[in-house]
């Protein structure tokens, strides 16, 4: 699930102010265009786009700075009252709040995000979100663990590396309203982190060659997403025969053949050590013999 969280923005005098902020001129274009990308991520991808916003209140005192991620929101909300009410209006439409980046006040005032009055009050900031983030990216805020809050980890995607680094799974459907509820309660959140998948698929062949060296096995493979180019290429084993074509919807599996004559194939993803070496090992379906 991937939620859009631009920013709503309350900023002091003369401040800086974020390029592409959301405005009530602007904010029902911002919807249209993540109903439009929405239905693109669901047929492409299987990927469920869900609309947010981030609720941004800027000050000149870090202690009174703060930003939370309104998870499932639909409508505007005013921030020139203050961020007390902006949340309140925001839970009463059903969205998920979230306590982006925490800094203690002390980092907050040197952070480039200088949000510390979630850390300068955490009693109040408790009962005015559902969840605070413990990873932002690979930032860790170690006190969300020390007093216990409920946490979340995000990736703060706003650039191809952010994708790979920590991130929450929930245990429900994946659907909005499920997703939102569950973000609401109490229930536990588990946090992951996505490792570079080059990584992975190596440990896996080579945790799944060191079983099968003397027997043939299906071996099911769960690919990582889909890169923006396809294979096309395919090079004849000269013991059999291989097919490859371009990627499946993400999540779909292939079933390889092992073991597999080391080098007879070029193409035959994790079953081959020369296309695993070239880091091609994404979109292609092998029948080795």
Wanted: proline residues 8%; hydrophobic residues 35%.
């Amino acid at each position: 699930m991937l939620c859009v969280t631009d920013h709503l923005v309350r900023a002091p005098e003369g401040a800086t102010r974020p390029r592409g902020e959301i405005t009530a001129h602007s904010h029902g274009r911002y919807l249209e265009a993540i109903e439009t990308e929405a239905a693109r991520a669901q047929l492409l991808y299987g990927l469920l786009v869900i609309p947010g916003l981030e609720l941004t209140y800027d000050d000149d005192d870090p202690a009174q700075s703060a930003h939370a991620l309104a998870v499932g929101l639909h409508r505007l909300v005013d921030l020139s009252e203050g961020l007390d009410p902006a949340l309140a209006a925001a839970r009463a439409a059903g969205a998920a709040l979230v306590a982006a980046h925490p800094y203690e006040t002390a980092i907050a005032a040197y952070a480039s995000r200088r949000t510390g009055r979630w850390a300068a009050n955490p009693e109040t900031s408790s009962k005015l979100v559902d969840r605070f983030e413990l990873f932002n990216r690979h930032e860790l805020f170690a006190w969300i663990a020390e007093r216990r809050l409920p946490s979340v980890a995000s990736g703060d995607f706003h650039q191809p590396e952010h994708l790979l680094t920590w991130k929450t799974l929930l245990p429900c459907p994946k659907d909005e309203t499920a997703i939102v509820d569950y973000l609401r309660s109490e229930r536990p959140a588990y946090l992951v982190h996505l490792a570079e998948p080059n990584r992975l698929r190596a440990a896996a062949y080579k945790s799944v060659r060191a079983r099968n060296q003397s027997s043939s096995t299906r071996f099911w493979a769960s690919r990582s997403p889909p890169p923006h180019r396809h294979l096309q290429e395919t090079t004849p084993s000269p013991s059999g025969c291989v097919r490859c074509r371009p990627y499946l919807p993400y999540g779909e599996c292939e079933t390889l053949e092992w073991p597999q004559p080391r080098g007879s194939c070029s193409v035959g993803g994790l079953a081959s050590p020369r296309a695993r070496g070239r880091g091609t090992a994404r979109c292609v379906s092998a029948s080795l013999r």
